[in-house]
C-alpha cells in the first residue's frame, strides 16, 4: 500500500506544470507557453503579434502561434490558482489568435489581471505571449 501511494504521489507531482529553459508547459504536456522577457515588455499591434509569433525562437522551437481564448485563459486561471508561476507577465491585455468575426477589423485580447475578454482594434497594441503545440 506503501509503495502504491508513494507512486501515485510521484506521479501527481510529475502531473503538475514543468519550466524549461525560457517556457512552461502546461500539465497536459502538449502546450508549451513562452516565459521570457518579451512577453512582458513587447506590446504589438495584431499582425505584428502573429508575425513576432511565427518568427520566435525560443528554447530551440520556431514553431510558436498566438494562443487562442481558450489556451490563453487556461493559462491565466493557473497562474491566479498558483498551479504556475510565470516569472514575466504584466497586467494588461495579451492578445489571442482569433478575430471577431462580427467585426472583422477587431481581435480577441484577453487581459491577464482578471481573465476578461474583450475584441479590440487590431490596430491597437497589447501584449503578446506566443504558445506552441508539443
Not at 504521489?9 to 503538475?16: E, K, V
Not at 489571442?96 to 475578454?117: D, Q
Request: negative net charge; proline residues 2%; charged residues 30%.
Amino acid at each position: 500500500m506503501k509503495t502504491m501511494l508513494i507512486l501515485l504521489f510521484s506521479i501527481t507531482l510529475w502531473a503538475g506544470w514543468q519550466r524549461s529553459g525560457e517556457s512552461v508547459i502546461d500539465p497536459s504536456g502538449k502546450l508549451q507557453w513562452e516565459d521570457d522577457l518579451a512577453a512582458q515588455s513587447r506590446d504589438s499591434v495584431w499582425r505584428d503579434a502573429k508575425k513576432y509569433c511565427a518568427s520566435l525562437d525560443l528554447d530551440g522551437f520556431y514553431d510558436w502561434r498566438l494562443p487562442t481564448r481558450d489556451e490563453l485563459h487556461a493559462l491565466i486561471d493557473a497562474v491566479h490558482a498558483g498551479e504556475v508561476t510565470v516569472k514575466y507577465s504584466a497586467m494588461n491585455a495579451y492578445w489571442t489568435s482569433e478575430i471577431n468575426r462580427k467585426m472583422p477589423i477587431n481581435a480577441w485580447a484577453v487581459f491577464w489581471g482578471n481573465g476578461h475578454t474583450f475584441d479590440d482594434d487590431k490596430c491597437d497594441e497589447a501584449h503578446v505571449r506566443c504558445v506552441r503545440d508539443r
